[in-house]
């Protein structure tokens, strides 16, 4: 036996054009048994005579290239009567081969197609090309057997008995083999005269319901008989005609659907209907539109179903039919109004004497909600409700609470009664997962703070109809919003910052900030973070009078609109602010309030007064709060320092109303820095650096160290000046050489000393440098230190 990897190697194009090239076109035989050149011959075949040919050693060989050495040899003998064998043809059938003498390697005119037989069995319906392989069908339905084979084409009704003979074996469920099925039921044997037909109809009606299968069989007499060439085995199943229905569910949560399985006599006719519904059937389970379960067959006839047949005739009623297998699935809905309540449905006959019943429990669902947060909201702020509900697809919300409408009120209105007259109550879709979900803003309606409780309910009913309904219900708390804020300091120098920080509850798009004083006016919006926040750095105190200015904080409420705002035009009362407008405005009155700015504008405390009290109008929903700083001269002062020796250490400090983190240009410089002799070393003697000013406890301090061990004898100015303000102070002190002299001990030695002191040699004293007086040096010292003072602030 060769491989079949060989028969692989070869390729399609060689086979096709080398079988074209050299082989007739395959014709049936002549003879049942005599071979000639073009017929096809079969595994398994005996009594093949090839005598016909004239050769002396006559061989089957088959080549994969025209000039190549044959790939197998089959010796043909005896060649009268020589039987095909699947041993030497190996894998190479379905392809031709050539018959040669022996001795004689090259491909001629004489060939041959070797096959392997091949029979295919289905069972399908009467007249049909639907099968029932592997599917389950009542005994009751009428059937039949489709025979496929590649053999009746090569004989072309040539009687050959041993070779076309064949039958079908059928297995019962006990295991028992039969070749018949009733008393005509005879189907053996079948002559293969036709490549594909089908067998007369069967009846099974008198068969045990079970599990049945199939093969093709070859008689002993038979070339093919027992070489494995049967066909493969097929399997069905045979049911039971008895008429019944089964549910997928008991109880089902109403909302949901539910599905009956019928089984009953194949392609049959039956009526199903639920028994006892009223008239009115709104409140009943219902068919699901348009399903094509119920009408499985293509040649389903609606009519001979007559609902007057029935002694429970119910307005919940079709005509199904079921299909090849005797089953039909049937889907029935329901929703929030179908009742509560156990269902029988049943399934007939065209005469009703056969039936059975299947009961269904529908069961209310429920609903659940709840409300985003610590169900707590100021005025302005967005609630999300949520929930579940398993009772119906929509969810209904309304609110109740103080003077509100006692069976409630409209989620979007909540004055307006859910019953009114002319009112659309828009429900809230349910997701297929069950869930809902649905977003309120608050600032978008008119609601007093105070408790109110959400009630969600699965239909369209207010308090006074909840009765027997699935509803439920979260209290949640509305609060008025309000505004907190402060100052970073309540005396700012002038030329410093001054931050306006605070929370605004409410969800506000923007708080507005006022600063008011004399001849000055500022107003601005600041957009809050998600968490109220907000933070406005003012920097323009450097230009500003000193004195006293008021900050208001406006706060819009809930309609996120500030009604009392300033601009220049009043034509702007609805959509625009313009910002330091002349005039400041009442949106709700469209009245003007008061000169802002310009001639015969209100001065600082008064136009602050003036804004409260227009805030304050009842008409007026923003809130405030008023806040106020005293802008002042900057100033710095210097601590006195005293006089200091060559190689200390010590820290300079001082006191300034500068705010904490203001940048400050300390230098101490010799009094003698100042121009010298090319002949002269001239060292620079001192220090210099920036630092920042902190928190002090009643102003604000900073400090600078200091370290004296370069420095030379002699008076050193200070100068401390601010980076961004225009304010300098400066001082002087003296710096001495030699040592700072030692303080006698506080306390006696406690023991006498036992030896006398060893006697320390005196040194001799050294005249010291006389300290320069302080005079035209100090005078260039401070005009130099302003040169650098200048590039100083040129360089920041």
Not at 21 to 33: F, H, K, L
Not at 659 to 667: I, K, R, T, Y
Not at 716 to 735: H, K
Request: include cysteine.
């Amino acid at each position: 036996m060769k491989s079949i990897t060989k028969a692989m190697m070869i390729t399609a194009v060689v086979l096709v054009a080398f079988a074209l090239a050299v082989t007739p076109a395959t014709a049936a035989r002549a003879d049942a048994t005599t071979i000639t050149s073009g017929d096809t011959i079969f595994v398994g075949e005996k009594n093949l005579n090839f005598s016909g040919f004239g050769l002396t050693n006559p061989t089957l060989k088959y080549f994969d290239q025209l000039d190549a050495s044959p790939l197998e040899i089959i010796t043909i003998s005896p060649a009268d009567s020589f039987e095909l064998r699947g041993i030497d043809v190996g894998d190479y059938y379905y392809l031709v081969w050539y018959v040669l003498d022996a001795a004689d390697n090259t491909p001629g005119d004489n060939s041959v197609i070797v096959r392997m037989p091949k029979v295919n069995l289905d069972i399908q319906l009467e007249n049909k090309t639907t099968s029932l392989k592997d599917k389950p069908f009542t005994r009751t339905t009428a059937v039949e057997f489709n025979v496929e084979n590649n053999i009746a084409n090569a004989f072309e009704d040539l009687i050959k008995p041993e070779v076309q003979a064949g039958y079908i074996e059928i297995t019962t469920p006990d295991g028992v083999k039969v070749s018949r099925v009733g008393d005509d039921g005879d189907f053996n044997p079948v002559n293969l005269t036709e490549t594909a037909f089908d067998t007369d109809a069967f009846d099974f009606s008198t068969m045990t319901a079970g599990t049945y299968t199939a093969t093709w069989k070859w008689p002993s007499t038979s070339d093919f008989y027992n070489k494995d060439y049967e066909s493969k085995t097929i399997t069905w199943t045979i049911t039971s005609a008895a008429l019944s229905i089964e549910a997928d569910k008991d109880t089902v949560v109403r909302n949901n659907p539910f599905t009956v399985d019928i089984s009953g006599k194949s392609c049959t006719q039956y009526a199903l209907y639920i028994v006892g519904a009223a008239a009115d059937t709104t409140n009943y389970p219902q068919f699901l539109p348009g399903q094509t379960s119920v009408v499985t067959c293509s040649d389903f006839n609606t009519t001979g179903i007559d609902p007057e047949t029935y002694t429970d005739n119910s307005d919940i009623f079709a005509a199904v039919k079921t299909d090849e297998s005797g089953s039909c699935k049937v889907e029935f809905v329901t929703d929030g109004d179908t009742l509560a309540q156990t269902y029988t449905i049943k399934v007939a006959n065209a005469d009703n004497s056969k039936t059975d019943t299947v009961k269904v429990k529908v069961e209310k669902g429920a609903i659940t909600v709840t409300a985003s947060g610590d169900q707590s909201y100021f005025l302005g702020e967005e609630v999300t409700f949520s929930g579940t509900n398993t009772d119906s697809g929509e969810v209904f919300l309304f609110i109740t609470g103080p003077n509100l409408p006692s069976n409630g009120g409209l989620l979007s209105a909540p004055q307006t009664a859910v019953k009114a007259t002319g009112v659309t109550w828009d429900p809230v879709d349910v997701e297929d997962d069950d869930t809902w979900e649905e977003k309120w803003r608050t600032g978008e309606i008119s609601l007093d703070a105070g408790t109110y409780t959400i009630y969600a309910v699965s239909g369209e009913f207010d308090r006074s109809e909840l009765s027997g309904k699935k509803y439920a219900t979260v209290s949640i708390v509305v609060k008025k919003p309000f505004v907190s804020a402060s100052i970073s300091s309540s005396v700012v120098a002038k030329g410093d910052d001054l931050t306006i920080t605070g929370t605004a509850e409410g969800d506000p798009d923007n708080v507005y900030i006022w600063i008011l004083g004399k001849n000055f006016a500022r107003f601005e919006s600041e957009a809050p973070e998600d968490d109220g926040s907000f933070e406005y750095e003012f920097d323009e105190t450097k230009d500003l009078a000193s004195g006293q200015y008021f900050v208001v904080v406006q706060h819009p409420m809930q309609n996120k609109r500030a009604d009392i705002y300033p601009s220049d035009d009043a034509t702007d009362f609805v959509d625009t602010i313009v910002e330091d407008g002349s005039y400041v405005w009442n949106r709700i009155s469209k009245t003007r309030e008061f000169i802002l700015r310009g001639s015969g504008s209100l001065q600082g405390s008064d136009a602050a007064n003036a804004l409260v009290e227009a805030i304050n109008s009842p008409n007026i929903d923003d809130t405030y709060l008023k806040l106020s700083f005293l802008i002042e001269e900057a100033w710095i002062q210097i601590d006195s320092i005293g006089d200091k020796y060559v190689g200390d250490t010590f820290t300079i400090t001082g006191t300034t109303n500068l705010a904490e983190g203001n940048d400050l240009l300390v230098e101490v410089v010799s009094s003698s820095f100042q121009p010298t002799e090319k002949t002269q070393s001239g060292e620079f003697c001192g220090a210099s650096g920036t630092i920042e000013v902190t928190k002090g406890d009643t102003f604000n301090e900073w400090s600078f160290d200091v370290d004296a061990a370069t420095f030379k004898p002699d008076e050193y100015i200070v100068r401390v000046e601010s980076i961004e303000a225009d304010v300098t102070a400066t001082a002087t002190f003296n710096v001495l050489a030699g040592v700072p002299p030692t303080e006698a001990p506080t306390e006696a030695p406690t023991e006498a000393p036992t030896e006398a002191p060893t006697e320390v040699p005196t040194e001799e004293p050294t005249t010291a440098e006389p300290t320069p007086t302080p005079g035209f040096g100090a005078l260039i010292a401070l005009a130099g230190l302003g040169a650098v003072a200048v590039l100083v602030l040129r360089k920041h």
